[in-house]
């Protein structure tokens, strides 16, 4: 249903669980879903990305992959050692089980399977880089570059890693019927991730108990 109402960019990255309690609603219905239990995201990476990203982004990573792909043969072929293809050969297989687990799993949801990729393709990669000419003006680029994009990968998970924490704080006053605590901590946890609706659903249940019926 998501994949079908927004064919072309879908419904914005980390928005899968926003859409999918109003979808599930016009296609077929989902038995796992209930009032206290939304699922955070599909069954596996590919879908994922088109039913976030749209057609264009499952094309670009398409396109990367066809990129990486056509790297990795030229990587082969600049192999002379046999010591590097052996490293090449056991990295593309441990990348390949991350690739099978993506199409039955999320392992890119997750903070391991990504990193461990990025350290095979570069063990992949490494022959490409020691036939290639790069500049030190274009490697210190790249360093800053990827030290960046680290930066911001480090600082979007401590937000969601807070915001889990303070969820998890919320459902235990929800479990003790501390309503205003409950308030309190939802607020907290939808300043650092406004995708959560589960925590917004017990905010609205908190202040219809403290008889806030318009905010609920």
């Known amino acids: 249903v998501i994949v079908r109402e927004h064919p072309v960019a879908g419904v914005g990255l980390n928005n899968w669980r926003v859409a999918y309690p109003d979808a599930t609603l016009r296609g077929v219905t989902d038995p796992t879903l209930r009032l206290n239990l939304v699922p955070d995201r ?12 749209g ?28 010591e590097d293809r052996l490293v090449l050969i056991g990295s593309l297989a441990a990348l390949a089980a991350i690739a099978v687990d993506a199409l039955c799993s999320f392992p890119l949801d997750r903070e391991i399977p990504p990193l461990y990729g990025a350290v095979l393709i570069a063990l992949i990669l ?3 880089a020691r036939t290639t000419a790069i500049s030190a003006q274009t490697s210190r680029r790249f360093a800053v570059m990827a030290f960046a994009a680290a930066l911001a990968l480090g600082a979007w998970h401590a937000r ?4 889990e924490l303070f969820f998890k704080q919320q459902l235990e006053a929800l479990r003790k019927k501390d309503w205003a605590e409950v308030v309190r901590l939802g607020e907290k946890v939808q300043t650092l991730d406004t995708t959560r609706v589960d925590s917004l659903r017990y905010s609205g249940r908190a202040l219809e108990q403290l008889g806030k019926l318009d905010e609920a």
Not at 43 to 51: A, E, G, K, R, T
Not at 68 to 73: L, N, Q, R, S
Request: glycine residues 4%; charged residues 15%; aromatic residues 14%.
């Open 160 to 163: 969601q890693w807070t915001a």
């Open 55 to 82: 057609t264009i982004g499952l094309g670009l990573a398409f396109v990367i992959v066809v990129l990486f792909f056509t790297e990795t043969h030229f990587a082969f072929r600049s192999a002379v050692a046999r």
């Open 42 to 53: 599909t069954h596996n990476d590919p879908l994922q990305i088109w039913s976030e990203l």
């Open 126 to 128: 490494r022959p490409v």
